[in-house]
């Protein structure tokens, strides 16, 4: 039996006591009315607190922390603008399932309702992007409540959080139980798949004869990376990823094939129509990814493996769905297939075919005649960063060029804002990382529209000491959005010069950091090596031709059999 | 079965509201267990889109259970309140004889009004209104369907 142990405190102190319980170690936020009892009982906590200059920017560093640490992050604000300033954040999380916890002060609770300044319906507004949101009424709800929201956020599909505490709450001082268990009546998240099915799948997979794997999110989410790369050799698959699968399979390995999409690599937006079996695994099916939903996989075998039951017939049917933790469910099927006698020859054609089309896209792709492009610097970086180095993007082209032309060598070393495409994400999560991987280089890949958004976070990145490396490339423009009005509108540019303005050098000057403008192929490697050895945030400016443009392009309602390569 | 408690109702309208799923009717009340509501929802989907409804419903996580109940194997009922304009005895009379008729009961009769009440199943109540129609209807409200399963 458990003996529950009691004391008395204030709901702030037992906020804090609740979060040490959980094993945080940082927390990231800024203050205001209506959470100041929290930030008094932040003095005595004894986890790290970082000061955003943005609420945004603390939603981004926790969910960066988390999507490295594999565990939670935590974000604090206060009621009204700090809390709505959060959503952007939250609704990032939700969107790309990273498990997130955010804490914010809420008017008293009689003021609740009233009107009253600085407050807002955040549960309300919280709700279409949040797993859950709590609001306790009584400080001695509050372990509790901190206990379910890490259970929440942690465990089946991740995602965020909210705890809303009204500030007398936080104050009053009472009788504070910790519980050592707790039950969420209606919840019930799923682990353990269903081995049937997962016999079945294998069934289809071994007699495949053009089997592929495509790897999403839920790879890394669990961790699987070694199980993925089992099966794969196994059965000898090409494997292709979504966007956000990148780096769930190392890029360099003889099967891997890249990210496919709307910006994915040309052979692996192809390979994928030729096969006849597809394992998808911690994927959804996404439109970015798949294009058509009609289209896509007709006249395959399609094997769906993820821990959401309700992604399984969402966007596509399929033909086997296995509902678990990949980890899991890879496990059992590399189990199985070790016990099964596999024929693998050299001269498998498969094998042959994939080999054919990488060699007939690296030939067949549009090339941009400059001495600086995206794609050249871009190769540059994956040539002199180690690999275990930690990379991120902002939003829009940096994002795709990176998707493109960056190998990710090591699996789970790569993010970015997939699902709701967050402009600004990038450079705040960069900095949530390194501070879950302080021993690794963390480089945050931007684009000038996008960095410009939270680039005041440089002020936490140098105070803090944080060191991550911004790597922009400046094309003085909002560089996708132009090259769809160059694409669909017939040039006719509307919103997108950013007329040279600010300058970015002067930029990371102003806040204590190390800023960087680069001209040349040779200025960047200097730039580069220079950054890897400063102890300070690097912003390296790379001046790149705003003409050129992401290929290959899927274009929205059509099919990956659509792409245009641009040659 | 959902959690009685407050926002509960507002999260799973608002689930219908975000992913395009219409509800035709909804009624909410309590149960035999103080902590649980029943809530029921009517609505006309496709078997597909119903497969995806209750299985975003079942990750909200105060929905404690759902259940898809066959029409064919439910009793389900449905209660309205009809005002019908009375304006003199005759009128009233006639409004009274078909009341009878529909087996609706009479809750109220004022000077220039009758009010009945209808129970039965949504195609019933349908029917009445359509029969009814001859009449002023002044109010209709209705409840919305609440259901169980047969017995085994």
Redesign the interface.
């Known amino acids: 039996m458990n003996i529950p142990t009691m004391s008395e405190m204030s709901g702030a102190k037992a906020l804090m006591t609740s979060l040490e319980k959980e094993g945080v170690d940082i927390v990231f936020g800024l203050p205001g009315g209506a959470n100041l009892p929290i930030y008094d009982a932040l003095v005595d906590a004894n986890f790290r607190h970082v000061l955003v200059r943005h609420e945004q920017s603390a939603a981004h560093m926790a969910d960066g922390y988390a999507r490295i640490k594999r565990k939670a992050g935590v974000c604090l604000a206060t009621s009204g603008p700090g809390a709505t300033n959060l959503v952007t954040g939250i609704a990032t999380a939700y969107a790309d399932s990273s498990p997130l916890v955010a804490i914010t002060g809420q008017v008293p609770l009689n003021m609740i309702g009233k009107d009253a300044f600085q407050e807002t319906d955040i549960i309300g507004v919280a709700n279409p992007c949040t797993k859950y949101a709590f609001q306790p009424r009584f400080a001695t709800e509050i372990p509790e409540v901190v206990k379910k929201s890490f259970y929440i956020a942690e465990s089946g599909r991740p995602g965020p959080v909210l705890i809303d505490i009204p500030k007398d709450v936080q104050q009053d001082v009472t009788d504070i139980q910790f519980p050592d268990l707790i039950k969420v009546r209606g919840y019930k998240p799923v682990v353990d798949p269903d081995l049937s099915n997962v016999g079945k799948a294998v069934e289809l997979l071994v007699s495949a004869q053009r089997p592929i794997i495509m790897a999403g999110g839920g790879v890394i989410l669990s961790g699987a990376f070694s199980e993925l790369q089992a099966i794969a050799e196994l059965i000898m698959a090409p494997v292709v990823t979504t966007f956000k699968g990148k780096g769930a399979f190392p890029e360099n390995h003889p099967l891997a094939m890249g990210p496919i999409g709307m910006h994915g690599h040309a052979e692996a937006n192809r390979i994928i129509l030729e096969a006849d079996c597809i394992l998808a695994v911690g994927a959804r099916f996404s439109d970015r990814s798949v294009g058509r939903f009609d289209e896509f996989g007709k006249g395959m075998n399609i094997i769906h493996l993820d821990i959401d039951p309700a992604e399984i017939g969402k966007n596509k049917s399929v033909d086997i769905a296995i509902v678990g933790d990949v980890k899991s469910a890879l496990r059992t099927m590399v189990k199985m297939l070790s016990k099964m006698s596999i024929k693998t020859s050299s001269e498998n054609p498969w094998l042959k075919r994939r080999k054919e089309l990488i060699d007939y896209f690296s030939q067949n792709m549009k090339d941009y005649p400059r001495e600086m492009t995206a794609r050249k610097a871009l190769k540059k970086l994956r040539e002199l960063l180690p690999a275990e180095s930690i990379v991120t993007t902002e939003v829009g082209q940096c994002q795709m060029w990176t998707s493109l032309h960056f190998d990710v060598i090591s699996p789970g070393t790569f993010f970015s804002s997939t699902g709701l495409g967050t402009m600004g994400f990038g450079f705040p999560a960069s900095i949530g990382a390194k501070a879950a991987r302080p021993d690794v280089h963390v480089v945050d890949v931007a684009g000038d529209g996008s960095f410009n958004m939270t680039e005041n976070s440089l002020a936490v990145s140098v105070l803090e000491n944080l060191p991550v490396i911004v790597f922009l490339l400046n094309n003085d423009m909002l560089g996708m959005v132009a090259q769809w009005q160059r694409t669909f509108y017939d040039r006719r540019y509307m919103g997108v010069h950013q007329k040279s303005c600010p300058d970015y050098v002067k930029i990371a000057e102003a806040y204590g950091a190390n800023g960087l403008s680069v001209q040349s192929m040779d200025e960047l490697e200097k730039a580069i090596k220079s950054a890897l050895r400063t102890e300070v945030a690097t912003v390296i400016d790379i001046k790149i031709d705003p003409e050129e443009d992401v290929y290959p392009f899927v274009a929205p309602g059509t099919g990956l059999k659509d792409m245009i390569t641009g040659a | 079965m959902?959690?009685n408690k407050p926002?509960v109702l507002?999260?799973i309208t608002?689930l219908f509201r975000?992913r395009n799923f219409n509800i035709e009717s909804i009624t909410v009340g309590t149960t035999e267990k103080p902590d649980l509501s029943r809530m029921t929802i009517t609505t006309r989907i496709d078997e597909?889109i119903l497969?995806?409804l209750v299985?975003?419903l079942?990750?909200?996580?105060?929905?404690?259970e759902v259940e898809v109940l066959d029409i064919n194997n439910t009793v389900y009922r449905e209660l309205a309140l009809i005002k019908i304009r009375a304006k003199d005895f005759t009128n009233r009379n006639e409004i009274i004889n078909f009341a009878n008729v529909f087996r609706a009961n009479i809750l109220d009769i004022g000077k220039e009004s009758v009010t009945v009440e209808v129970i039965g199943t949504p195609d019933k109540i349908d029917q009445i209104k359509n029969q009814i129609k001859q009449y002023d209807i002044l109010e209709m409200p209705r409840t919305g369907v609440s259901a169980l399963s047969r017995g085994e």
């Open positions: 959902v959690e926002g507002f999260r608002n975000a597909a497969d995806q299985k975003q079942r990750k909200l996580i105060d929905i404690v």
